[in-house]
C-alpha cells in the first residue's frame, strides 16, 4: 500500500535504460497532483549510489535492465536503504518474485 509523505507527496525514483519511456514517465509523475519524481536513472548502477540522497516512497523500475537487473538491484535497495515499496515495468510476461 503507499501511503503519503507528511508532506501529503509520494516521491518516486524511475529506473529505466530507454529514454523516452523514462522520461514519459517523469512527465507524467512530475504532473500528477501528490506525486514528484525525485530522480530517474538510466541504469541500476547509475542509480544505487545516487538515490540515498532523496530516499523515494516507492521505485519504479524495469526488469530488463542492461548490467544489474532490477530483481538484483531491488534487493540491494530494500537490505542497504530499507526502500520497501517497487513498481516493475517489463515487456516480457515472466513470474518474478522479488
Known amino acids: 500500500m503507499i501511503t503519503e509523505t507528511t508532506a501529503g507527496i509520494i516521491k518516486v525514483a524511475i529506473i529505466e535504460d530507454r529514454r523516452e519511456i523514462r522520461e514519459s514517465l517523469a512527465m507524467l509523475i512530475g504532473g500528477t497532483t501528490g506525486f514528484e519524481c525525485i530522480g530517474a ?3 541500476m548502477e547509475d542509480a544505487l549510489p545516487r538515490i540515498g540522497a532523496n530516499l523515494p516512497d ?3 523500475s524495469d526488469i530488463g535492465l542492461p ?3 532490477g530483481i538484483e538491484g531491488i534487493k540491494i535497495l530494500r ?6 515499496q517497487f ?4 515487456s516480457k510476461m515472466t513470474n518474478i518474485i522479488a
Open 87 to 90: 513498481l516493475f515495468l517489463s
Open 79 to 84: 537490505s542497504c536503504l530499507n526502500i520497501r
Open 41 to 43: 536513472y538510466r541504469s
Open 67 to 69: 548490467g544489474m537487473d
Open 58 to 60: 516507492i521505485v519504479l
